[in-house]
T-cell receptor
Framework: DSGVTQTPKHLITATGQRVTLRCSPR?????VYWYQQSLDQGLQFLIQ???????AKGNILERFSAQQFPDLHSELNLSSLELGDSALYFC?????????????FGPGTRLTVT | KNQVEQSPQSLIILEGKNCTLQ??????????LRWYKQDTGRGPVSLTI???SENTKSNGRYTATLDADTKQSSLHITASQLSDSASYIC??????????????WGAGTKLIIKP
């Protein structure tokens, strides 16, 4: 158990809908990362937050947005969902956002868009 | 362009055998290189992390090597077990300073151990 929690574990929704994925980092970690992993694909970095502020952006679509709250939990919002958004979404956390520190991954949220 | 390439894409070996996975990168400036193990449907778990000055690092039956001159790394698995079946991902970090680093993820090698 990495100490990173993600909810829900599974989510099934229809095209055009909007969903929110939630992540709680490990105790003491200030930075949160979101990744998308489509079936049999590698991880794609979406976005990173540090202490409530956006730190880095990867291949995140405009239909997707995220935020990190004062209690350090983070939410990833996915809107106008398409079939291709079906994937595993992972959250990771680290103490601070530098390359020196390890990222710890949560168990993921499996999103299925029908 | 910063890239991480892994080979082979997939590998099947018999239980008890050894294997070596490769990672080549073009990330510059280089900071460190990590190997992760990802079981199907689970989050990646770190195996090793190596900085520029480290040539080899072990974690149980896993040994990673790094040649910063040729920008190559390998992950050697000794006496494979069925539980080693997973994807192994090479991740390289680089960039200028703490505020501008990137993590470049490889596509992974899918390893299957057969009894």
């Amino acid at each position: 158990d990495s100490g990173v929690t993600q909810t829900p574990k599974h989510l099934i929704t229809a095209t055009g809908q909007r969903v929110t994925l939630r992540c709680s980092p490990r105790s003491g970690d200030l930075s949160v990362y979101w990744y998308q992993q489509s079936l049999d694909q590698g991880l794609q970095f979406l976005i990173q937050y540090y202490n409530g502020e956006e730190r880095a952006k990867g291949n995140i679509l405009e239909r997707f947005s995220a935020q990190q709250f004062p209690d350090l939990h983070s939410e990833l919002n996915l809107s106008s969902l398409e079939l291709g958004d079906s994937a595993l979404y992972f959250c990771a956390s680290s103490v601070v956002p530098t390359e020196k520190y390890e990222q710890y991954f949560g168990p993921g949220t499996r999103l299925t868009v029908t | 362009k910063n890239q991480v390439e892994q080979s082979p894409q997939s590998l099947i070996i018999l239980e008890g055998k050894n294997c070596t996975l490769q990672c080549n990168y073009t990330v510059s400036p280089f900071s460190n290189l990590r190997w992760y193990k990802q079981d199907t449907g689970r989050g990646p778990v770190s195996l090793t992390i190596m900085t520029f000055s480290e040539n080899t690092k072990s974690n149980g039956r896993y040994t990673a090597t790094l040649d910063a001159d040729t920008k190559q790394s390998s992950l050697h698995i000794t006496a494979s077990q069925l539980s080693d079946s997973a994807s192994y991902i090479c991740v390289v970090s680089g960039g200028e300073g703490d505020s501008n680093y990137q993590l470049i993820w490889g596509a992974g090698t899918k390893l299957i151990i057969k009894p």
